[in-house]
């Protein structure tokens, strides 16, 4: 149950786009197309941005977009805005009944 | 709508013991597995326990299996979170969450509590 790995952080302009990797392996992110995203600010709840890799809830902005690549999945978002600024976690399924997080991106809007 | 409300978190000694609840409301509880998923102190978010709709099934992160027990009452809509022989590794925030899961998908979580913090120090 090792955590999924991503960047400790990442930065963008207003209006840029920013991409946030999420590293697993086989036994979670590769083997399970159950990626979610979560946006957190801080001293907030969680809120799910992306489920099942790419899939957006309603309410979510089709600003922010999710794909997978073997073992590593990733969070785009795509005109950026002041209030995207926030921390993101991935998660996956990892078989078993059990879930694992990433370690967490502090995206720093410019 | 739905509301997940947390409670009984504080301040415990190490190797003592303390009983989270989570309260919920606008929706069928007994309809739906629940987690509780833990954050420490500037860290990130951590997976800690689930159980399912109807209470006959738990699973544990290994970092707490055979400390915590996760169980449920669903004639009170309330999911709780026994924890023994505390450590100070698990001071964080502890939040309640739904998930959803599907025939073709899910294993996500779309509604979570606000949490409560535990602190575990002498």
């Known amino acids: 149950q090792s955590a999924l790995t991503q960047p400790r952080s990442v930065s963008g302009s207003p209006g840029q786009s920013v991409t946030i990797s999420c590293t697993g392996t086989?036994?979670?992110?590769?083997?399970?197309?159950?990626v979610s995203w979560y946006q957190q600010h801080p001293g907030k709840a969680p809120k799910l941005m992306i489920y099942?890799?790419?899939k957006r809830p309603s309410g979510v902005p089709d600003r922010f977009s999710g794909s997978k690549s073997g073992n590593t999945a990733s969070l785009t978002i795509s005109g950026l805005q002041a209030e995207d600024e926030a921390d993101y976690y991935c998660?996956?399924?990892?078989?078993?009944?059990?879930?694992?997080f990433g370690g967490g991106t502090k995206l720093t809007v410019l | 709508q739905v509301q997940l409300v947390e409670s009984g978190g504080g301040v415990v000694q190490p190797g003592r013991s303390l009983r989270l609840s989570c309260a919920a409301s606008?929706?069928?509880?007994?309809?739906?597995?629940m987690h509780w998923v833990r954050q420490a102190p500037g860290e990130g978010l951590e997976w800690v326990a689930v159980?399912?709709?109807?209470?006959?099934?738990?699973f544990y992160a290994d970092s707490v299996r055979g400390r915590f027990a996760i169980s449920r009452d669903n004639s009170k809509n309330t999911l709780y979170l026994q924890m023994n022989s505390l450590r100070a590794e698990d001071t964080a925030v502890y939040f309640c969450?739904?998930?959803?899961?599907?025939?073709?998908?899910?294993?996500?979580?779309?509604?979570w509590g606000q949490g409560t913090l535990v602190t575990v120090s002498s």
């Open positions: 969450t739904r998930e959803i899961t599907y025939r073709s998908g899910g294993y996500y979580f779309d509604y």
């Open positions: 606008g929706f069928t509880f007994s309809s739906y597995a």
């Open positions: 159980i399912s709709y109807d209470g006959s099934k738990e």
């Open positions: 086989s036994s979670d992110v590769a083997n399970y197309n159950y």
């Open positions: 099942d890799v790419s």
């Open positions: 998660c996956s399924y990892a078989g078993s009944n059990t879930w694992v």
